[in-house]
């Protein structure tokens, strides 16, 4: 990075939008890293309009400044990091466009992902191959490939390991490299490569890909069948695959083999019931055929997964099965269930099922006093208010005075919880941490807003 005589404007702006000596927390990481995207946005406009050169100098000093950063933000979020691979991208596109030697620029990335003390640099390989032209392409490539080879030298007459039984930098080496060959669509050298350090699950979905994407259909199919008997070996951890199920059945109907495509779902549906299977299955279902297959998947997950049962009659809006379900089931069932999944529930049957709007609601709020964490009682408080409205609503007070009696008895010391409790149980509303003045105003200008 170059010193110049005459500071450029932008320099100021990117020291200010750094603010370094002043920590960033956890809370104001977002909208500092949406600052910093202005910034950039900046440079971006003079890369696209002639000033390549200007912005590369630009973007060294962003890079290094974010970098300056690195310990003055809580980037558990992953924000910084994000921006800053943005950022790198920007930088090697700049570079290129203004004419620099691809050995100068692919040397200084490399040097930036060997120097890479904070994670930015994490899995950018892809990102990287993607915007390199052919020589830098070609360098990055064979750097990658030299250090796979030198690494894999000593195993290379003997027999075929699974892949992480190899030394780290011949399996972190053979990964970037198949990185790289997945952008460039390369299967040829995606199966020399496999050739030496074995088969996954995994690289048997991402050779099936890029055989679909190239309209090869059979061919992806049979990579498909490959990779699901692998699955059979053994236990391949992060190599194992969980999309081939899902290729496969697009394959089967992209080949006119529908049915064949319609059972493959049906047969893991079964096996896992979910939401993400049932929306598989609906793509293979006959227009004339859906309520039957509606009701067979509400059937079968109703018998395996409350979970997927109560998904899957959300989304086909199935209210009357459901709540006739929920006002059915113990308490302990639907205590266990991620709110991710009740809360929608709740509100769409609190309209007409007031009875089942009320015994989710009474779930989700001692799933949250159970498991004992203090921050979240404010929304347990809320979720036993709306208990007790839809069970008046639906004439079952009896059933909203045994579910206080259990909160009393068991839950009772936890101080900082049973007091705005039993001021929903006296029907008054717990005290808001702020004042209804300044709640009103925040409404009437969230209400107000463009």
């Known amino acids: 990075m170059k010193k110049r005589r005459n500071?450029?404007?932008?320099?100021?702006?990117?020291?200010?939008?750094?603010?370094?000596?002043?920590?960033?927390?956890?809370?104001?990481?977002?909208?500092?890293?949406?600052?910093?995207?202005?910034?950039?946005?900046?440079?971006d406009d003079l890369m696209e309009n002639g000033e390549a050169d200007r912005a590369v100098r630009l973007y060294e000093m962003f890079l290094s400044g974010c970098y300056e950063k690195a310990e003055e933000i809580?980037?558990?979020?992953?924000?910084?990091?994000?921006?800053?691979?943005?950022?790198?991208?920007?930088?090697?596109?700049?570079?290129?466009?203004?004419?620099?030697?691809?050995?100068?620029?692919?040397?200084?990335?490399?040097?930036?992902?060997?120097?890479?003390?904070?994670?930015?640099?994490?899995?950018?390989?892809?990102?990287?191959?993607?915007?390199?032209?052919?020589?830098g392409f070609r360098l990055f490539r064979q750097h990658f490939q030299d250090r796979f080879e030198e690494a894999f030298r000593p195993f290379g007459s003997g027999k075929t390991k699974y892949i992480y039984d190899y030394p780290a930098d011949v399996y972190m080496n053979a990964n970037i490299l198949k990185d790289i060959f997945i952008?460039?669509?390369?299967?040829?050298?995606?199966?020399?490569?496999?050739?030496?350090?074995?088969?996954?699950?995994?690289?048997?979905?991402?050779?099936?890909?890029?055989?679909?994407?190239?309209?090869?259909?059979?061919?992806?199919?049979?990579?498909?069948?490959k990779g699901l008997k692998l699955e059979k070996e053994r236990e391949w951890g992060n190599q194992s695959s969980y999309a081939l199920t899902g290729i496969r059945q697009e394959l089967l109907n992209k080949l006119g083999r529908r049915e064949d495509a319609l059972e493959s779902a049906w047969s893991e549906f079964k096996k896992y019931p979910s939401k993400y299977g049932y929306d598989r299955l609906r793509k293979y279902i006959p227009k004339k055929d859906i309520s039957h297959w509606r009701e067979k998947a509400i059937h079968e997950a109703k018998k395996t997964s409350l979970s997927a049962f109560i998904e899957i009659c959300t989304e086909t809006k199935e209210w009357d099965v459901l709540s006739e379900h929920i006002v059915a089931i113990e308490y302990e069932k639907l205590e266990k269930i991620s709110h991710y999944t009740t809360v929608k529930a709740a509100k769409r049957l609190a309209k007409k099922y007031s009875q089942a709007a009320a015994k989710i609601y009474a779930a989700l709020g001692m799933r949250i006093i159970l498991s004992g964490k203090s921050k979240y009682y404010h929304y347990a408080l809320e979720h036993f208010r709306n208990a007790r409205k839809f069970y008046e609503r639906a004439g079952c007070k009896q059933m909203w005075l045994s579910l206080v009696d259990r909160v009393r008895e068991d839950h009772s010391r936890k101080y900082s919880f049973i007091g705005d409790f039993e001021k929903i149980v006296a029907g008054r509303a717990p005290k808001s941490p702020e004042s209804f003045e300044k709640r009103a105003q925040k409404r009437w200008k969230k209400q107000t807003s463009k």
């Open 74 to 135: 809580d980037d558990s979020g992953g924000n910084l990091g994000m921006f800053f691979q943005d950022l790198f991208v920007s930088w090697i596109k700049a570079r290129q466009k203004a004419g620099h030697a691809a050995e100068e620029t692919v040397g200084d990335i490399l040097n930036w992902m060997e120097n890479d003390d904070y994670g930015f640099c994490y899995n950018i390989e892809k990102e990287v191959a993607e915007v390199l032209n052919k020589a």
């Open 183 to 225: 952008v460039k669509k390369d299967v040829k050298a995606y199966l020399a490569l496999c050739e030496k350090v074995g088969m996954t699950p995994k690289d048997c979905e991402h050779i099936a890909s890029l055989q679909k994407a190239k309209r090869r259909y059979d061919d992806a199919l049979a990579w498909v069948e």
């Open 7 to 43: 500071a450029d404007p932008l320099i100021s702006q990117i020291e200010l939008a750094l603010d370094l000596g002043q920590f960033i927390s956890y809370n104001q990481s977002w909208d500092f890293v949406h600052d910093l995207e202005d910034t950039k946005s900046k440079i």
